[in-house]
C-alpha cells in the first residue's frame, strides 16, 4: 500500500472520516467512519468502502473527548495501511472567505486567518480548527490541508454576489460567498464524467440535508447560490431558518432578545425543528401524522421549488435539476413534491425511477433532466490533498 490521506470532515457535533488512497490517479477510499463526541459513550468507528466494519473504539465522557478520538483513528489508519504511510491530512472548513479561494496548508498564519471567520459560521468553523490544532499536537511533522466550501463559488459577481447595503460594507468584505461547494464541486466533476456536453447544460443541483442550498452552475461553474455571507441564508433547514426578514431580527432585539440568544434560535431551534416542533430530522417528520410535521415538510419543498425558480432565472433557463445531500439522495417524497412544484417549468417526474432511486428519474417527456447523484465532500477533499502533494514532490 501507498501514500494515503486522511480527510477530517467536521459538522457542529461529530465529524465524517475518510480513508484514501492517493497512489494512483483517481482517491481510492480504503475506510470511511464517524467521530461523535456527544454520544452516550462518545467514540469512532470506522467501515470498509462496502460496509464492512474495519474499526471501532469507544470512551467515557470527558472534556477532551474528541482529541483523544481523533488520536485514536490516527493511530488505528496508521496501523491500517500497513507499510503505507499517512501523508497529510484533508479539513472540510465551511468559511474561507476572502482570503482563501482554493486549498491551503493549515499553518500558525492560516489557522489564525480562518478563527477570525468564526463568527460567520459559529456551528462548524471551531470544530474543525480544534481538529487542526489538535493534530498539530500529536504530529507536529504531517502535513495538513484545508478545503474550503466556499472555494467553488468564489467566481461569483455583481450582482449575484452583492448585498444591497452601504458600499463601506462590500469593501470590508461582506457579500455572498455561498457554500456546499466541497460537494458541488463533486457534483460538477461527476457530471462531467456523465456527459461533458450535458455539463455544459444549464443545471441547478440541490443539496439538501440539515445544511441545505442550491446552486446553479454551468460548464461545472458556480454562477448563483441561495446562502450568502453565512450558511444561515437561503432554504430552511433542518434547525437553520434560511433566509428570513432582516425585520424579525429587529423586532426580536427590540422584544430584548440577546444577540446569543438569537444566535441560538436561528442556527439550532428553528427550520424544520422549529416549524413542526417535533424533530430537526427529515425521516421523523415524513414519518409522522401530526399535522405540524406536514406543515414543515409542505415549508420546505415550497423554499427549495421557489429558490429553484430563481437559480432559473439567473440561468436563463433549466435543462437540468439534480438532487444530492441526505434528504435529496435518499427521500423519493421530497424529490416528487419539490418536482410536482415546478411542473410548470417542464419537470416531470417518473414515480417508479423516483421510488427505486435510480440516477435518472425524469420521464421520457420532461423538458427538465432530473437526475439524484450521490456526493461525496471527502472525495472532493482527497483530489485537492493529491493534487497539492504531487506539486510539492
Known sequence: MSDAVLVLNAGSSSIKIG?????????????????????????????????????????????????????????????????????????????????????????????????????????????CLSSMRTIRSLRPGLMQIACFDTAFHCGLTPPVSRIAIPRRFEDMGIRRYGFHGLSFEFIANRLKEISPILAGKRSVVAHLGNGASLCAMRHGKSVDTTMGLTPLDGLMMGTRSGAIDPGVLLYLQQYGMSLDDLQHTLYLESGLLGVSGISADMRALLASEDSRAAEAIELFTFRVAREVAAMANTLGGLERLVFTGGIGEHSSEIRQQVCERLQWLGAEVDHSANDQGNECISTETSRIDVRVIPTSEETTIARHCSEILRAVH
Open 19 to 127: 480513508l484514501f488512497d492517493i497512489s494512483g490517479t483517481e482517491p481510492r477510499l480504503l475506510g470511511k467512519g464517524l467521530l461523535d463526541e456527544h454520544e452516550a459513550k462518545p467514540g469512532v468507528t470506522m467501515t470498509d468502502a462496502t460496509g464492512n466494519h474495519l474499526f471501532e473504539k469507544r470512551r467515557a465522557p470527558a472534556d477532551n473527548n474528541a482529541d483523544a478520538l481523533l488520536a485514536d483513528i490516527m493511530d488505528w489508519s496508521n496501523d491500517y495501511l500497513a507499510g503505507g504511510t499517512l501523508v497529510a491530512i484533508g479539513h472540510r472548513v465551511v468559511h474561507g472567505g476572502r482570503d482563501f479561494n482554493g486549498p491551503a496548508e493549515v499553518t500558525d498564519n492560516t489557522i489564525e486567518k480562518m478563527a477570525a471567520l468564526t463568527p460567520l459560521a459559529p456551528l462548524h468553523q471551531p470544530r
